[in-house]
């Protein structure tokens, strides 16, 4: 429903456009020199997209009817029409990154040359042929009537289709009543210089003084220096009016219908004045919006919470934040003028820089976390981000680094981490990080062809230690057993604890089953001796299960359910032994 409504509304304003057009644009009786229903409609498909170019061709149609032309032209004028403006929508679609808000000077010349020039000349062929071929001119007034064509489609675009683009945007007048009182000036002085000019309104004092639009062009300055885009394309509409308001009356520079002048001045008259204003509002509302994110961006700098240093192409600081201050210890006058080095903490290697130097180089930008050292000496981790800047030579002209402490929240982060993977009691891997590590083995195995074991041990006794005792002698039982066991095994092998009494040690890279054996021996030998906790003298021993990969399973979970099973095999033949899988 609301894109009937939305093409009900573009017919309805192409068509009153087009009566505009043809009641105040048509120079003795002959041409029409100005055609806004183009740029209405190229702006229609740069908002809207293509479903609109059947609407366009409709009302192309009915602006033919409206005006009773034969049927062969108004069929052909609104087909050329349509190709103007399907061909100026799909080449600015296909320049490069056109933005339809203008905000920069190539896409309102895109809109000038691709919209305009360039696609005008489909409708400024098909129309007249459309004419010829209806017998309403003769082929000596096919070449003249093709160029006045051209000209009109041009003056449409360059005024209407920006004039709209601009507007769509929702975005006040006015910010504030100093700059209203001057707009307000800038609309008076514009209108009645205007009137001046093209409608007589002389004073008497400057009776006989020949004004010409030239004029006018002190006040496009002034528009569009300071009166933004959307001010300056109303005035330039308004100038336009008059100027064809002189033709249309008679009265002013152009009251001989511009026959004195000349269509062809009165075209580049008209096209000067589309764009020197707009051309100088367009670069004003840039360099406004430059100098905005410039002090934009040194707020940024001066109150984030992120060190911020900036370095030449030399790579020597030029600038620094106060957060740079806070984080490092260093002043900016300390540290301006020097290399970013006298941060270096050391425990980086020579490969670490080669590597981020390479980053830097070849891609422009390097992140990641890096070890420095305050001014007091300390270090601390930082997470950093280094981003190039290049000038128009695409040459290195600064470097920007931006970075965080993050040394408490790594190291909370590694805790987080250890904690989800260790005995709370202990220290020691619980079930899942063996779980991890088994899988690391069980992979490097099959990729090498070599072994390892798995050995299950519960404490014996270990319940009558916590009734009679306690748990807190219990629990400093538990911690003996583990520094006695991880004393045992190699960097290598892994010693679990799965909670209450049970142990588990992962030996990698055995050669038999006896190098499992041979440890398992030695564990019930240190479990043996005593232990002296709290003034007590503690006795317990173990119940050993072993499996062996890939003797006694293929898998993880074959392989550690069997090395369980050896486990209670052990008990159940008396304690103090261990049992391995194979003899099950």
């Known amino acids: 429903m609301q894109f009937i409504l939305k093409s009900v509304g573009l017919v309805f304003v192409y068509l009153v456009s087009a009566k505009i057009g043809l009641a105040f644009g048509t120079v003795s009786n002959s041409a029409t020199i100005f055609w806004p229903p183009g ?60 933005d339809p808000a203008l905000n920069q000077l190539n896409d309102l010349f895109a809109v000038f040359i691709l ?123 308004m100038f336009l009016s008059q100027s064809l308001a002189s033709a249309y009356l008679h009265v002013g520079y152009f009251a001989d219908d511009f026959a004195h002048y000349g269509l062809s001045n009165f075209w580049i008259f008209a096209m000067l004045l589309a764009t020197l204003g707009m051309a100088l509002a367009t670069l004003a509302t840039a360099q406004r919006y430059a100098a905005y994110k410039t002090v934009q961006n040194a707020k940024l700098f001066e109150v984030s919470n992120d060190g911020v240093m900036i370095v030449d192409a030399n790579n020597i600081i030029v600038s620094v934040n106060p957060a740079f201050t806070l984080i490092t210890g260093y002043s900016a006058d300390e540290v301006i003028g020097k290399l970013p080095s006298l941060l270096s903490s050391g425990r980086q290697s020579r490969e670490f820089y080669s590597a981020m130097w390479q980053s830097i180089n070849e891609h422009g930008t390097w992140n990641g976390e890096i070890w420095n050292r305050r001014k007091d000496g300390s270090a601390f981790l930082e997470q950093l981000s ?107 092998d892994t010693v679990a604890r799965f909670g209450g009494d049970e142990f588990a040690i992962l030996v990698s890279e055995v050669g038999t089953i006896e190098d499992a054996s041979t440890l398992a021996k030695k564990i019930l030998t240190a479990l043996s001796d005593s232990f002296i906790l709290d003034g007590h003298t503690v006795k317990v021993s173990g119940s050993l299960g072993i499996a062996l990969y890939p003797d ?33």
């Open 39 to 98: 740029g209405i409609a190229l702006a229609a498909l740069l908002l809207g997209g293509l479903r609109y170019l059947p609407v366009v061709f409709i009302a192309a149609f009915l602006a033919g009817v409206m005006v009773n032309a034969p049927f062969v032209f108004g069929f052909g004028a609104a087909i050329g029409n349509a190709m103007e403006t399907y061909i100026g929508y799909s080449l600015l679609k296909r320049f490069g990154k056109f």
């Open 115 to 237: 919209g305009g020039l360039v696609a005008a000349i489909a409708s400024a062929t098909l129309g007249p042929l459309a004419l010829l071929a209806s017998g309403l001119i003769n082929a000596d007034a096919l070449s003249g009537i093709m160029w006045r064509w051209w000209r009109a489609d041009v003056l449409g675009v360059a005024f209407f289709t920006p004039l709209i683009l601009l507007f769509v945007r929702k975005k006040p007048f006015v910010s504030d009543a100093a700059r209203l009182r001057e707009r307000a000036l800038l609309w008076l002085c514009a209108f009645v210089l205007g009137q001046m000019i093209f409608i007589g309104w002389v004073p008497a004092s400057l009776s006989g003084q020949h004004l010409v639009p030239a004029w006018l062009f002190p006040v496009l300055i002034w528009s569009g220096l300071r009166a933004g885009r959307r001010n300056t394309s109303l005035i330039q509409l």
């Open 386 to 492: 280094i981003h190039t800047i290049y000038d128009s030579r695409n040459r290195v002209e600064s470097r920007l680094g931006v970075f965080s402490d993050i040394t408490q929240q790594k190291a909370t982060f590694d805790a987080v981490i250890h904690q989800s993977q260790h005995d709370y009691l202990t220290n020691l891997p619980n079930r899942f990080l063996l779980c991890d590590r088994f899988s690391q083995q069980l992979a490097f195995a099959n990729r090498n062809g070599t072994k390892f074991a798995i050995i299950y041990l519960d404490l014996d006794e270990f319940k009558p230690v916590n009734d009679k005792l306690g748990h807190h002698v219990g629990d400093q039982l538990l911690i003996a057993v583990a520094e006695r066991l991880t004393s045992l095994v190699r960097e290598i």
């Open 552 to 584: 006694h399973g293929k898998d993880m979970e074959t392989v550690m359910r069997n090395a369980d099973a050896a486990m209670y095999l052990a008990k159940q033949a008396g304690n103090n032994t261990y049992v391995i899988a194979k003899q099950i």
